[in-house]
Structures are given as C-alpha cells and as structure tokens.
C-alpha cells in the first residue's frame, strides 16, 4: 500500500461545476496534511494547507480532512479552465520522523 | 523579488557523464531540498539540508551528491553511478524544519540522458 495515494485521473468536469479531488494516507499518526497545484512543465505550488479535523476554506478552496478516515480531500468550486492542473496530495508521516511524503497526483482538466 | 533560482533549466547528459544543477535561494530559509520526479509520479526525496555543511539521505540518494557550503545554495550532482538520471528535478526550501510542509520550489531542471 502506497503511503499516499491519489487517483492519477485525468478529472474532467465543466467550467463552473466543483472539482472534489481525493487523497488517502496510511499513517495514523500524521497530523499536517498539504495540497499543492502543478502545472504543466512548472514546479508545484502551496495552495491550502489542514491540520485538523473539518473543513478549511480559502476563497473557492475547500480542503477537508476526516483522521479517522485517514482522508483529505480538495474541492474546488466554480471551477475554470485556469485550474487545470495535476493537484499533489502531501502528508507529513508520523512514523518517518515528520517528512513529507506525496501521493502522485490527480490531473484536473476544467473543460470550457 | 524572493525566490528559489535552478539552473540550468535543460541539461542534456552522455552516458558516464556526471552533472551538477545548482540551486540558489535568497529567501533566507533554513533548509533546502532536492526532489526528482518522474512523469506520473509524485516527488520523490533525494537530499535535504536543514543547515550549513551538514545534510541528510532522503528516499532515493544512490547515485546523487550534494553539498551546503553556504545558506543560499544546495547543488546537486548527478554521477554516472545514477542507473536512470532522466528526470525533473525540485529544489525547494523551507523556513524551518522539514515537516512544516509548506515548501517553496525552484522552477525546475529538466534532465535528460542521451
């Protein structure tokens, strides 16, 4: 089992519907849990960031995390074509003295 | 303007042949990192340094040297010893200890082995 894991898609969804972007992680312990974006050829960028149970919101960001469900997701509403992106799922691990660890990605394709 | 500055951006590499990429920062940050990542893939833990002339193996160091003789820079050689060096390669920074998270990367140096 991967230590992170993302579905590697592609999601497509249409311009202005919400995007839910899903990452599962094995390591109970972990306690800071990190969405970057990725475009194409570029490097990722940090885009919302979720610590504790609930749901965090930063404009037409929403992450959500459930421990008990070791789950951490990302919505994106009214979705644009400038999201389009692969979206990386990051964990810090408990068990590997707090280093992060990434899923390898979801690809978002926002159609016009 | 702050930022992470790698280089080069292309680096094209013969079989046997060993090549350093060089990463500056002038954000001030404590550590750095190096990271490599393949199509598909997420990014996977070549180095880290969390201060001056001392640094860490992350999850995939063989074949891979680096150095941090000064703050600002953490350059990375590929050696020969590097079975599949082709590669996307990160350099990010942190202001604190690893497992704050929140990175900051460079724009990337692309690898390619002929």
């Known amino acids: 089992q991967k230590e992170v894991e993302q579905n590697s898609g592609p999601l497509s969804v249409p311009e202005g519907a919400i995007a839910s972007l899903n990452c599962t992680y094995s390591?109970?312990?972990?306690?800071?849990f990190f969405w970057y974006r990725q475009y194409s050829g570029k490097s990722p960028e940090l885009i919302m960031s979720?610590?504790?149970?609930g749901d965090k919101e930063d404009g037409r960001f929403t992450a959500q995390l459930n421990k008990a469900s070791q789950y951490v997701s990302l919505l994106i509403r009214d979705s644009q074509p400038s999201d389009s992106a692969t979206y990386l799922c990051?964990?810090?691990?408990?068990?590997?003295?707090?280093?992060?660890?990434f899923g390898q990605g979801t690809e978002l394709s926002v159609k016009p | 303007d702050g930022g992470i500055t790698q280089s080069p951006k292309y680096l094209f590499r013969k079989e046997g042949q060993n090549v350093t990429l060089s990463c500056e920062q002038n954000l001030n940050h404590d550590a750095m990192y190096w990271y490599r990542q393949d199509p598909g893939q997420g990014l996977r833990l070549i180095y880290y340094s969390q201060i001056v002339n001392d640094f860490q193996k992350g999850d995939i160091a063989e074949g891979y040297s680096v150095s941090r003789e000064k703050k600002e820079s953490f350059p990375l050689t590929v050696t020969s010893a590097q079975k599949n060096p082709t590669a996307f390669y990160l350099c990010?920074?942190?202001?604190?200890?690893?497992?704050?998270?929140?990175?900051?990367f460079g724009e990337g140096s692309r690898l390619t082995v002929l």
């Open positions: 990010a920074s942190s202001i604190g200890a690893m497992n704050t998270g929140e990175l900051f």
């Open positions: 979720i610590y504790s149970n």
């Open positions: 390591d109970r312990g972990s306690q800071s």
């Open positions: 990051a964990v810090n691990s408990h068990n590997q003295g707090g280093k992060l660890i």
